[in-house]
């Protein structure tokens, strides 16, 4: 197996008496698209300042790209979008491009005209003239621009309209599939969920979970329609059957939230004639709810 992206072990930090990290063992393998989920002050942003070796930790220790991230020639290979960028406001966007590119050996100039062209941005316009959405792009495009190894993103589309999040999906999953690790760190589902294979669940500082979207999926509640040749004469009865937790009829359609097996459900609506079963999508909202809201050991 080839040598992981980003290791973790046991890496903590504490700022006096709060713990903004609580002994984080993180592997995130080479290639792969990797999710960092949390609400804010759960620890993604520490989490992302330690590896890259703007934090030092209280204790254990991290790796990234089999070095350290305060290394300039590790980070040389990294491309960096923060939560909160701060640019000088006299700079253009070709000046920011060009320092970090000389900072990280050199960019592919048409590989850059490329990603402007795909944010519309003007290069020659000064960073402190741009809206909080294009200062936004200017950080994605800085980001990338020289095909990092590497991709760590904080909160990447914050202040983007729906159509530019759709231009940075589509980039984020051309990289990837040019080998890039993305290390991708929010607090928005839907963001994650479409790009990330597996993702870290932080709550506190602690370490909920890691596992795949598909897994979490099977963890999810399903919600079924179940529409009958005839509707049940004591629909209260599906309300306490194993693992049912909510059971609703509306004319012959009996609406059922399971979680669960769905076999019990199955049996004593057959009775009655099934016609026709709906399934809707797992609701993932839920599943992460209970690891942001639960202790858990």
């Known amino acids: 197996m080839a040598d992981a992206a980003i290791r973790a072990c046991g890496l903590t930090k504490r700022f006096g008496g709060l713990t903004a990290l609580d002994e984080l063992e993180l592997r995130v393998e080479q290639g792969e698209v990797f999710g960092c989920l949390g609400p804010n002050g759960a620890g993604k942003t520490t989490t992302i300042r330690l590896l890259l070796g703007f934090l030092f930790p209280s204790s254990g220790r991290s790796e990234v790209l089999g070095g350290t991230g305060n290394d300039p020639a590790i980070r040389a290979r990294i491309g960096y979008l923060p939560g909160d960028l701060h640019v000088p406001r006299e700079y253009t966007t070709n000046d920011l491009v060009g320092f970090y590119g000389r900072l990280r050996g050199g960019h592919d100039p048409g590989w850059v005209r490329g990603l402007l062209n795909r944010f519309d941005l003007d290069p020659d316009r000064r960073i402190g003239e741009l809206s909080t959405g294009n200062r936004r792009k200017v950080g994605v495009v800085a980001a990338v621009a020289h095909r990092p190894e590497l991709l760590v993103l904080d909160e990447p589309t914050s202040g983007l309209d729906p159509l530019l999040q759709h231009q940075f999906q589509l980039l984020v999953r051309e990289l990837a599939r040019d080998g890039t690790t993305v290390f991708l760190s929010s607090h928005v589902l839907p963001e994650v969920e479409l790009l990330a294979r597996r993702v870290a669940i932080l709550r ?88 942001y809201q639960e202790e858990r050991s």
Not at 220 to 229: C, E, I, M, V
Not at 245 to 269: K, M
């Open 204 to 291: 506190r500082g602690r370490l909920m979970t890691v596992s795949t979207i598909d897994d979490l999926r099977g963890q999810a509640r399903q919600r079924l329609d179940l529409h009958l040749s005839r509707p049940p004469a004591a629909p209260e009865e599906f309300g306490r059957l194993p693992g049912v937790v909510e059971a609703t009829v509306t004319d012959r359609v009996l609406r059922l939230v399971v979680d669960g097996s769905v076999a019990e459900v199955v049996r004593a609506a057959a009775r009655l004639g099934v016609e026709r079963i709906v399934t809707h999508d797992a609701d993932l909202d839920e599943v992460f709810l209970r690891y």
